[in-house]
């Protein structure tokens, strides 16, 4: 019997439009259950499989990105290609020395991932562990975010979900709120940040955090805090682990979605939580001194 696992990150995969020294720009793909994806499929051996499920077009940059991601070494089995949607763009530019977004995304194929429940089913049933984010859920409709629901509540596989708040992304705070509580109260592990939670709900202090969604059901809680400690709850134990120190900075992007995939693939590996803490948090503080999300 084959021992091969699957790891399946459910979200959207973007192309990016980066600024280079020169004047021109560079295109890249990039996402943050892309990322993840990424960096899970570098921390997982050979005998795991690490798959994206999203929704794209047929047109040049979707073909590009599809090559990209099995070049990467990321499934492309799970992606249904449309003739009439394209993949969402973002452009970075800069104000007052901090990066800024403009996106183009209200059309992008993702939006249509959930649209047939069938194709969710068999995916997810198939899948040994299974990750998303509050971005996935929030390019949905209502409709098909409770078709994603109805789905991941069928499987045994664990369900591993970051928060990640956009509230640009949420038509109110108050859905946001009830999405990622719905999400919550389905998943094994959550990796909330402190930053998000606080501005969504109120929470004064990361183990605030931390009771909310043990209260949901969720069994292993890891809330990210920048550079302050990160609070773990695996169980009834929670701990503290204090951020080791990075270079000069360069750029924060993706460091998150690095802190997640590592984590996540150590977790999975069987790592106690202190080794997947140690994992992750030394890859984000590489992350945070390069350019760029993906660090090859």
Same mark, same amino acid.
């Given at each position: 019997?084959?021992?091969?696992?699957?790891?399946?990150?459910?979200?959207?995969?973007?192309?990016?439009m980066?600024?280079?020294?020169?004047?021109?720009?560079?295109m890249?793909?990039?996402?943050?259950t892309?990322?993840?994806?990424?960096y899970?499929?570098?921390?997982?051996?050979?005998?795991?499989? /690490?798959?994206?499920?999203?929704?794209?077009?047929?047109?040049?940059?979707?073909? +590009?990105?599809?090559?990209?991601?099995?070049?990467?070494?990321?499934?492309?089995?799970?992606? =249904?290609?449309?003739?009439? =949607?394209?993949? !969402?763009?973002?452009?970075?530019?800069?104000?007052? !020395?901090?990066?800024?977004?403009?996106?183009?995304?209200?059309?992008?194929?993702?939006?249509?991932?959930?649209? +047939?429940?069938?194709?969710l089913?068999?995916?997810?049933?198939?899948a040994?562990?299974?990750?998303?984010?509050?971005?996935?859920?929030?390019?949905?409709?209502?409709?098909?975010?409770?078709?994603?629901?109805?789905?991941?509540?069928?499987?045994?596989?664990?369900?591993?979900?970051?928060?990640?708040? =956009?509230?640009?992304?949420?038509?109110n705070?108050?859905?946001?709120r009830?999405?990622?509580?719905?999400?919550a109260?389905?998943?094994?592990?959550?990796?909330?940040?402190?930053?998000?939670?606080?501005?969504?709900?109120?929470?004064?202090?990361?183990?605030?955090?931390?009771?909310?969604?043990?209260?949901?059901?969720a069994?292993?809680?890891?809330?990210?805090?920048?550079?302050?400690?990160?609070?773990?709850?695996?169980?009834?134990? /929670?701990?503290?682990?204090a951020?080791?120190?990075?270079?000069?900075v360069?750029?924060?992007?993706?460091?998150?979605?690095?802190?997640?995939?590592?984590?996540?693939a150590? =977790?999975?590996?069987?790592?106690?939580?202190l080794?997947?803490?140690? +994992?992750?948090?030394?890859?984000?503080?590489?992350?945070?001194?390069?350019?760029g999300?993906?660090?090859?």
């Open positions: 019997m084959s021992n091969q696992r699957l790891f399946i990150s459910i979200g959207e995969c973007m192309v990016e980066a600024p280079q020294d020169d004047g021109a720009f560079r890249g793909f990039a996402g943050d892309l990322n993840t994806a990424w899970a499929r570098r921390g997982l051996p050979d005998n795991w499989d /690490v798959s994206f499920f999203t929704d794209l077009g047929q047109d040049s940059a979707s073909k +590009d990105m599809m090559r990209f991601l099995n070049e990467a070494g990321i499934g492309t089995s799970f992606i =249904r290609c449309h003739s009439d =949607r394209r993949p !969402g763009l973002y452009l970075i530019g800069e104000k007052d !020395g901090d990066r800024v977004f403009t996106y183009w995304r209200d059309s992008s194929a993702a939006r249509r991932l959930a649209d +047939d429940g069938a194709r089913s068999a995916a997810l049933g198939r040994d562990a299974v990750f998303l984010s509050g971005i996935t859920l929030a390019i949905l409709s209502s409709t098909a975010r409770s078709r994603l629901f109805s789905a991941l509540s069928k499987i045994r596989a664990p369900i591993l979900f970051d928060p990640n708040v =956009r509230p640009v992304l949420w038509e705070p108050a859905t946001c009830d999405a990622v509580m719905q999400a109260a389905l998943s094994h592990t959550v990796l909330p940040s402190f930053d998000d939670d606080a501005a969504l709900f109120g929470d004064a202090t990361p183990k605030v955090t931390v009771d909310r969604y043990r209260k949901s059901g069994t292993e809680i890891v809330v990210k805090n920048g550079t302050g400690n990160t609070l773990v709850a695996h169980g009834k134990d /929670v701990f503290s682990f951020v080791p120190a990075a270079g000069r360069v750029d924060t992007t993706g460091a998150g979605d690095a802190f997640n995939g590592c984590y996540i150590a =977790r999975l590996c069987g790592r106690s939580v080794q997947a803490i140690e +994992d992750a948090q030394a890859t984000a503080a590489k992350v945070v001194c390069h350019q999300a993906l660090m090859h």
